[in-house]
């Protein structure tokens, strides 16, 4: 007979996909260090900005109509190929496993901020309800600190009140069409790197 092992019991949960280990403590840092550098910031009504239509370079954008978040919008070539390497050669494989599709395009990274000093948060939504954002099927989302901030957890009420708050390079995969939200972040600031994959 086997040892007796702990057990938990798992209740209703979204269907998300974890994966650990995308990214490594040297590429968050680095990431983090990438978002407060200084580019143009242009604002947001929480739908577009006028910043991807002007900017040729990275810049960041202001989401503070929907939600308080700001996001770094990655246009260099050589990060974006580091990105694809070591983000998406390690997220499409589990991905086609779990979910049985494995997406071929993604829109442009973003390396997003939640900041407890702008009360960094972001509502219920979901990620493709409009004719501008409708072909996003998946959005990926890497942790790139877990020590620097209190709250900021990732929820998904329609399956339960499950907080996600995942280790720092951690992977959080989940369907464009799930409705979730970004919790206050209470203190420090919480850094992800984000796309919209489709295809």
């Excluded at 998904?156 to 959080?172: C, L, M, N, P």
């Amino acid at each position: 007979m086997h040892a007796d092992k702990p057990r938990g019991r798992l209740g209703m949960h979204p269907p998300v996909l974890v994966i650990p280990n995308v990214l490594d403590g040297e590429t968050c840092a680095r990431l983090i260090e990438t978002f407060d550098r200084p580019v143009p910031l242009w604002e947001s009504d929480g739908k577009v900005s006028e910043g991807f239509n002007v900017e040729q370079g990275d810049f960041k954008v202001r989401n503070a109509a929907y939600g308080n978040v700001v996001q770094y919008i990655v246009r260099d070539a050589e990060l974006m190929r580091e990105l694809d390497t070591k983000v998406m050669r390690r997220v499409i494989p589990q991905m086609d496993k779990a979910f049985g599709y494995s997406p071929a395009s993604r829109e442009q990274y973003r390396i997003a901020c939640y900041d407890a000093a702008e009360g960094g948060s972001l509502p219920p939504h979901r990620d493709n309800p409009t004719e501008e954002t409708k072909h996003r099927r998946f959005t990926v989302s890497v942790n790139l600190n877990n020590s620097a901030f209190e709250g900021s957890e990732l929820v998904f009420r329609e399956s339960s009140d499950h907080v996600y708050d995942v280790d720092e390079g951690t992977a959080i995969v989940w369907s464009a069409s799930l409705l979730h939200e970004v919790l206050p972040v209470t203190a420090g600031r919480r850094f992800i790197l984000g796309a919209h994959l489709y295809g």
